[in-house]
C-alpha cells in the first residue's frame, strides 16, 4: 500500500484550505506519495474553482461518492458545525481523516466521533497550523529562559459573531496558541466585550493569569507574549514561507503511518474552551470548561 500514490478526498470547497493543500500536494508536489483525486462543495461554484486551482480531476455531488475510492480523508468546512456528519461513513470504513479546525463545534458531538474513531482504529486528527509555524516554536523555546511564568497572552483577529460558529471562527487559532505554550489545564474562561472585539480570560488551576484579545477589525496578524519570573518574551508570529506545509506533513504522516500527533483530550480541549468562551459572551460571566 505504501508504494504506490495515495488518494485523498477532501470535503470542503468554500475555504481556501482546500486550494491550498491541493496545490502543495498536486501542483507543487511537495509532499511524496500522496493525490488529491476527490473533492466536494458547498456548491457547484466552489468545487469547480478548488478543483482547477488544485488539479484536482473528480468533483463528486455527493460526499458519499468517494467511498471506497480514496485512501484518505480531509474536511475543511468554515463553520465547524458541518465538520464530523460527513465524515462518519468514511471512519466507520477505517479511512484516516484530518478535520481541519476547529474539530467540530460542540464537545459532546466530539466524543462520540472519537469514541467511533477509535472503536474502528481509524486514526483521526485535528489542529491549527499556526503552531506549527516557526516563529511560534522559536517562541515556546524562549520560554526556559522567562522563569516561571506568571502571565501570558494572546492577540489575533476573530469576530465573535461571525457567520460561521462566532468565537469559533478564528477563536480557534489563539486557544490553540495558548493552550500548547502554555499547557491545558484550564478550568474557566471569561469575555469582556468592547466596540471592536473582545477580551477572553482562561483560568488555569495553577494560577497563570492567560488572556486573549479577539480583535474584529484592524489586524490580520497573531501575537503572543510571556511574563516570567527572568523575563518578558513576546512574539509576532510570521507565517513560514510555505504556511500550510508543515500542517500538511504532520496529518499525511498520519495518513501513512496510522500514528496521530495529537492525543483525543488535546482536539477536543480547544473546541470544550470554545463553547464556554460562546457561554460566556452571552452569560457575561465566568464559564466551567465541560471535561
Known amino acids: 500500500m505504501h508504494n504506490r500514490i495515495l488518494k485523498i478526498g477532501i470535503i470542503g470547497a468554500e475555504n481556501s ?3 491550498a493543500i491541493a496545490q502543495i500536494i498536486n501542483v507543487d508536489k511537495l509532499i511524496k506519495g500522496f493525490y488529491v483525486d476527490y473533492v466536494w462543495g458547498e ?4 468545487a469547480a474553482k478548488a478543483a482547477e486551482a488544485g488539479r484536482i480531476p473528480n468533483i463528486v455531488k455527493d460526499t458519499k461518492d468517494m467511498l471506497g475510492k480514496i485512501d484518505a480523508l480531509v474536511v475543511d468546512h468554515r463553520h465547524a458545525q458541518f465538520h464530523l456528519k460527513p465524515a462518519i461513513p468514511f471512519i466507520t470504513e477505517r479511512i484516516p481523516t ?6 467540530c463545534y460542540r464537545v459532546a ?7 467511533t474513531a477509535r472503536k474502528y482504529k481509524t486514526p483521526v486528527t485535528s489542529f491549527s497550523i499556526i503552531p506549527d509555524q516557526s516563529s511560534f516554536k522559536q517562541f515556546c523555546k524562549s520560554l526556559s529562559n522567562a ?10 483577529p476573530c469576530d465573535i459573531n461571525s457567520q460561521y460558529g462566532g468565537i469559533f471562527f478564528y477563536g480557534v487559532h489563539q486557544v490553540e496558541l495558548l ?3 502554555y499547557g491545558y489545564n484550564v478550568t474557566k474562561v471569561g469575555m469582556i466585550q468592547n466596540c471592536n472585539g473582545s477580551t477572553g480570560h482562561l483560568i488555569y488551576d495553577d494560577g497563570k493569569i492567560i488572556t486573549m484579545n479577539f480583535i474584529r477589525e484592524g489586524t490580520h496578524t497573531f501575537g503572543i507574549h510571556a511574563l516570567g519570573t527572568k523575563q518578558f518574551i513576546y512574539k509576532t508570529l510570521v507565517w513560514d514561507k510555505a504556511q500550510y506545509l508543515s500542517g500538511i506533513r504532520r496529518f499525511t504522516d498520519m495518513f501513512r503511518t496510522g500514528q496521530e500527533p495529537e492525543s483525543h483530550d488535546h482536539i477536543l480541549k480547544p473546541v470544550a474552551i470554545l463553547e464556554a468562551l460562546e457561554k460566556a459572551v452571552k452569560s457575561g460571566n465566568l464559564e466551567v470548561i465541560e471535561s
Open 17 to 19: 484550505h482546500t486550494t
Open 43 to 46: 456548491n457547484d461554484d466552489a
Open 98 to 103: 484530518f478535520i481541519d479546525k476547529p474539530f
Open 109 to 115: 458531538e466530539g466524543k462520540n466521533f472519537l469514541n
Open 147 to 156: 522563569g516561571q511564568i506568571l502571565s501570558g497572552g494572546s492577540y489575533g
Open 179 to 181: 493552550l500548547k505554550a
